[in-house]
């Protein structure tokens, strides 16, 4: 009988152990009824079972006794004073202490787990030989689990250790993995996470964490419906997990805490731990089959889908060196991925820390910009082609900022709908058109039709009806001088819904204008259900007429269809004057660009337009 090394040993079964029958595939034989309840047993039997005792041969015993009910993982120790760090670095499934030793006893170091946090993670059997119903009771108040007097029955022994395993092992489920997947849910892979980063900070390895996010998967949920989004997720889960087992991108590694896994974050978010690779470059084997795996056909509810993702790779400890960071630089890498490039992977880098820098600092100054007032609205003239005379205008939010000067809508615009700020910005956006609308009425001014853009987030947060209806008493605006500004894509995300949302706002007397034509969905068989009064030709149309191989016979046909349908039709980004009699000679009804002039001040603005029937010319000049 060999002997423990006093301080710490793993050892392996000995031969009294029972080994499970096996087929020549090595595959576990399940040849009887309670087949499940023996899987369950074994899964048990792998759990690592720590001993505390001042006394080594009671450690032998007790293990000998152990190994006989067949468990075959064992740490020990008969130093107390270092229990708190055996535990932390080989994690144990169940703890064996005995209370009385020299210098820690037992009591010391049930004190320290539960300051630690310890003892739900680990349960504790204590070991006694004390037979007063004090020590024992003591014992339980300070957290243990059970206890067992000495000398220990082998039989009684192998009971109170199964039982304890065997209800950590659903208390684990329950609080550590996910119950739709089965996977290992956030908390446990941060776990996993902190083993491995101090792991390869010890051992100077390299390590990776790839976060995996599904591409339109509240569409898919949407559509399809929480059961069949629920499956899908399953299958998807089944993919990945797929790919990680048994990658060869890994050393052999020989703890199941070296092993790659497989976590979900929450919703459509995975992520694979790589816990050690040789190579910083070893991810991207993995995220490739990831994404080669996804996107291989799904046969869902009577369709077949064709699923992607975006995945982020953040390595440490060159990404981090915490927890925090590198899941945090994941996320960034993911976001960064799906901002390239549709189903693609991309590393981190330093230089997304300083980008979401900017982009926070941003955001937290435009809320306080929105909250304060600090924005101004801008306008651009809309002309009849005919007679130049003005028809309208659009209003154009800019930001003056008090240290960056004047900042780029381009530049906060994203940021805003990345944060969900594109809501109270579109509102003071609507707010401040309907109060300037007003404004110019009061001051006897010709009155043009105010254009507003408006994001899908506002249709997605369902108020955007009750929105408008409340400006327009707010500031006394009359509905009819109102042209709210959509696209085909922010229709056509959830498109019957939206459309009863824009009959409801046509009924209040809200013109309507779909904005960018030619560029999203042009489903014609639904534009006929849209209830708009103007269709706006995109920029990017116009700026090709009347070149070689040009966009001529789009918009034409475009301005066809629009008057086929008594629709205004609108040209956006007219610079030059053969863009003008090109359109002119189509039939176009109004344009809008800079060969008028640019967005302006509302002061600007209603000096040069509002106060004369100038044709275009003049009104330009």
């Given at each position: 009988?060999?002997?423990l090394d006093p301080a710490i040993e793993t050892a392996q079964p000995r031969s009294g152990g029972t080994t499970p029958q096996r087929d020549e595939a090595g595959d576990t034989i399940a040849a009887s009824p309670g087949a499940k309840s023996q899987e369950r047993w074994e899964r048990l039997r792998d759990a690592v079972i720590m001993m505390v005792d001042d006394e080594p041969i009671t450690i032998e015993v007790t293990q000998i006794y152990l190994e006989e009910a067949g468990y075959s993982r064992f740490v020990s120790t008969d130093e107390p004073q270092r229990t708190l760090d055996l535990i932390r670095s080989e994690r144990p499934d169940l703890l064996l202490l005995d209370v009385v030793m020299p210098d820690t006893d037992g009591f010391d170091i049930l004190h320290a ?509």
């Amino acid at each position: 009988m060999r002997k423990l090394d006093p301080a710490i040993e793993t050892a392996q079964p000995r031969s009294g152990g029972t080994t499970p029958q096996r087929d020549e595939a090595g595959d576990t034989i399940a040849a009887s009824p309670g087949a499940k309840s023996q899987e369950r047993w074994e899964r048990l039997r792998d759990a690592v079972i720590m001993m505390v005792d001042d006394e080594p041969i009671t450690i032998e015993v007790t293990q000998i006794y152990l190994e006989e009910a067949g468990y075959s993982r064992f740490v020990s120790t008969d130093e107390p004073q270092r229990t708190l760090d055996l535990i932390r670095s080989e994690r144990p499934d169940l703890l064996l202490l005995d209370v009385v030793m020299p210098d820690t006893d037992g009591f010391d170091i049930l004190h320290a787990m539960d300051e630690a946090d310890l003892l739900e993670e680990v349960p504790t059997i204590v070991l006694t030989s004390s037979t007063d119903a004090e020590t024992k009771l003591r014992a339980l108040e300070l957290g243990a689990t059970d206890f067992l007097s000495k000398p220990v029955d082998p039989s009684e022994l192998a009971l109170r250790v199964r039982n304890a395993l065997a209800a950590k092992a659903y208390r684990d489920r329950l609080a550590h993995y996910d119950l739709l997947t089965g996977l290992p849910n956030r908390q446990t892979f941060v776990n996993r996470l902190d083993w491995a980063l101090r792991h390869a900070l010890r051992h100077k390895q390299t390590g990776a964490a790839l976060h995996i996010d599904i591409d339109g998967f509240k569409q898919i949920n949407d559509a399809l419906g929480p059961e069949h989004a629920d499956q899908l997720l399953r299958e998807i889960a089944e993919r990945i997990g797929n790919c990680v087992r048994g990658t060869d991108t890994l050393g052999r590694a020989e703890s199941d805490e070296r092993q790659p896994s497989l976590s979900r974050l929450a919703g459509d978010e995975f992520v694979v731990l790589l816990p050690v690779i040789a190579h910083t470059s070893n991810a991207a084997h993995v995220a490739k089959r990831v994404l080669d795996a996804i996107a291989e056909p799904i046969s869902l509810a009577g369709q077949v889908l064709q699923i992607t993702c975006c995945i982020g790779i953040s390595t440490y400890p060159e990404n981090g060196e915490d927890v925090n960071s590198i899941v945090a630089n994941a996320s960034a890498a993911m976001h960064q991925a799906k901002r390239l490039q549709k189903h693609s992977y991309q590393y981190y880098s330093s230089e997304f820390n300083a980008n979401a820098l900017h982009k926070l600092t941003l955001a937290t100054e435009l809320r306080k910009a929105i909250e304060h007032d600090e924005l101004s609205l801008f306008y651009q003239p809309k002309l009849s082609v005919g007679n130049g005379r003005l028809c309208g205008a659009e209003a154009l939010v800019r930001w003056q900022h008090p240290e960056r000067g004047m900042v780029s809508p381009g530049e906060f615009i994203p940021v805003a709908e990345e944060t969900g700020l594109i809501v109270p910005l579109g509102e003071w956006v609507l707010n401040a058109a309907c109060q300037q609308a007003t404004a110019w009425q009061a001051a006897d001014l010709r009155i043009p039709r105010i254009s507003v853009n408006v994001s899908s987030e506002q249709f997605r947060q369902g108020s955007l009806l009750q929105t408008v209806a409340k400006i327009l008493v707010d500031t006394g605006a009359n509905a009819s001088q109102l042209v709210v500004e959509i696209t085909e894509g922010v229709i056509m995300e959830n498109a019957d819904a939206n459309i009863q949302i824009l009959q409801a706002m046509k009924a209040m007397g809200v013109r309507l204008s779909m904005d960018d034509f030619g560029t999203g969905y042009s489903s014609l068989s639904y534009l006929n259900r849209f209830p708009i009064d103007e269709l706006k030709i995109d920029r990017s149309f116009v700026a090709e007429v009347a070149q070689p191989g040009d966009y001529s016979a789009i918009v034409s046909a475009i301005i066809a269809m629009a008057h086929s349908m008594r629709l205004i039709v609108v040209a956006e980004g007219v610079e030059h004057q053969h863009q003008l009699q090109f359109l002119r000679s189509q039939g176009c009804d109004e344009y809008q660009g800079f060969m008028i002039s640019r967005p302006v001040p509302p002061e600007e603005f209603s000096a040069r337009f509002l106060a004369t029937d100038n044709p275009a010319q003049e009104i330009g000049s």
